[in-house]
């Protein structure tokens, strides 16, 4: 058995006439690629359209700067802190997200070689046409496609931009399970504390209703104000049952938001070292997370640029150049070196010869009677990135809009607390007040009671104020976008802006 190379019966002007010919399809190559460049797509300048300042907007006196990375901090509360750790780590979905965007990166990185030479191992079986001869052929197939016209740099900017797309919506669900931590801890602590106001108010109504009852025997009342005080006492009865079911589904929510089944005994009570003795409701002294003076006068587009919708919209643009320097480089010619070195191997002859064949050319393929639908494939794709440069101005305008309706809540938010305040100190002190005149014989019971019910309904109305402007603080943030992590970048993709 010998091996017979094709060019080993060859002169050696015969050798270096086959290899000047790879190298003059190496130089061709070159001198095309170098032409080639002028076929690039670029990318579209995407200004962004955001005003200088906030409108309305005034210094606030001692107040925090705004803090994109941890603004829940602000709250100062110890739960929060671990609950939004926790959820952080724990959090299904996000652990989700995180194995999408390893998909996408390894994707990305498979793609890479899409335009490097290949190797192919293959084995297969031929017979001669009068099936006299049968061969075994084993051999090696190398296929080397240029990516020429801007083939390679809108692959290269379609894996780019979704992995880009996987980071933005990894780093966004974990802005969503932040604020909705954030979210479901305020509602139910202000329901826990709610829960306490509303039974300072049944108590007080209760009073009121036995006072008025005495007046009523002695004959210093009407039944007609006895029924109005009862009626009042039933419905305070029924407002009480409503802060536990709002405390239950905030806590199971919390659950599920940590990848947990059950319900994190801290978040019964409202300090840690209580003991299980203390787990009811009714027995706790519930504080609400509140909020200090923050002063939101940082530059609009200082605080919008990590929002999701921005950042997806971005990427789609670089999305749409890569699919249409893809769709311009299918009205070109691809170029290529295809090479295949085969041994042949004669099974059924008495002739046992191996033969060694190595083949290596040029490889072209012509678009030539579906030019026009190609055509059509490139105009598509340049309306396409026109509707994403569209699209990425449009979220930039709705992103401020959003950011800036968050704003001008959460002000108002803060203001209506802040006249709550004021009127529950006023309340406070007409209660007192009352009680000082019953001391002195001044005022009965019944002014008493009335006091004492109005500073009660107050303090009801200030939870439920500070909780909406808590509240209306998760979604300023989340309106602002939270903190974005640094995008993949791709040298030749950049480099064709």
Known sequence: MTADFPWGALTFSAMNRTFSCLRACIVASACVLGGCSLWHTALPELARDT???????????????????HWWRAFDDPVLNSLIERALQNNLNIQIAGERLQAARLVRQANRGAFWPNLNFR??????????????????????????????????RLNLADENLAIIDEAALRVTVIAEVARNYIELRAAQSRAQALDAIVTQQRAQ????????????????????VQAALQQAQSDATEPALTAVQAAQALAVLLGATTVDPALRVGAPQMSAQQLSVEQLSVEQPALPPIDFRQVPADLVRTRADIRRAEQNVVRAAGELGIARADLF??????????????????????NFIFIAGPAIFLPIVDWGARRGVANARERALQAAVLAYREA?????????????????????ADNVQKTLALHERGAQTAQMLQRIGLADGVETAEANL?????????????RDRALAYIALYKAFGGTLPPLAGDSQAQGLR
């Open 209 to 228: 209703a036995d006072l008025i009852a005495k007046r009523v025997s002695l004959r210093l009342g009407t039944p007609l104000e006895l029924d109005r």
């Open 123 to 156: 084995t297969f079986i031929e017979t001669t046409p009068n099936s006299s001869t049968g061969f075994l052929e084993v051999g090696l197939d190398s296929t080397w496609e240029f990516g020429f016209f801007g083939r390679a740099a809108g692959t290269a």
């Open 396 to 416: 930039v305008i709705e992103g401020l809009a959003e950011a800036q309706t968050a704003l001008a809540q959460f002000d108002a938010k803060t203001l209506l």
């Open 333 to 354: 010619p691809k170029f290529g070196i295809d090479a295949t070195l085969i041994s042949s191997t004669a099974l059924t002859s008495t002739n046992l010869n191996d």
């Open 51 to 69: 005003p200088s300042d906030w409108q309305t907007r005034e210094e606030v006196a001692g107040g925090l700067a705004p803090d994109l990375d």
């Open 454 to 466: 109005a500073a009660a309904q107050a303090q009801l109305q200030r939870n439920l104020a500070v």
